[in-house]
């Protein structure tokens, strides 16, 4: 069975940095992409990354870009989200995806305050 678990959400200033983890399981996580997603209150659901099966390329949206990183450990079954620079605005809950099977995570809380 697919299962994708996150941790690593938490309190955080604003500046400050988090990184959250994926474990991945069920599925042979190098064959293929996982994304991050967000959703605060009031919101739609915002896809904040993602990183690619074929050649491990990633993308981000405007409202991350240069301050998140995604990156993967096939070896330990498990994505990761640095978030660097952390703004209150990234206060949401995070959930990483394999977006092609439509398994998610339960999520993880990320609050930026002071």
């Known amino acids: 069975q697919v299962q994708l678990v996150e941790s690593g959400g938490g309190l955080v200033q604003p500046g400050g940095s988090l990184r959250l983890s994926c474990a991945a399981s069920g599925f042979t996580l190098d064959n293929y992409g996982v994304s991050w997603y967000r959703q605060a209150p009031g919101k739609e659901r915002e896809g904040v990354s993602c990183?690619?099966?074929?050649?491990?390329?990633?993308y981000y949206p405007n409202s991350v870009k240069g301050r998140f990183t995604i990156s993967r450990d096939n070896a330990k079954d498990t994505v990761y989200l640095q978030m660097m620079r952390a703004k209150p605005e990234d206060t949401a809950v995070y959930y990483c995806a394999q977006i092609s099977g439509n398994y998610w995570g339960q999520g993880t809380q990320v609050t930026v305050s002071s």
């Open positions: 990183i690619s099966s074929a050649d491990d390329s990633t």
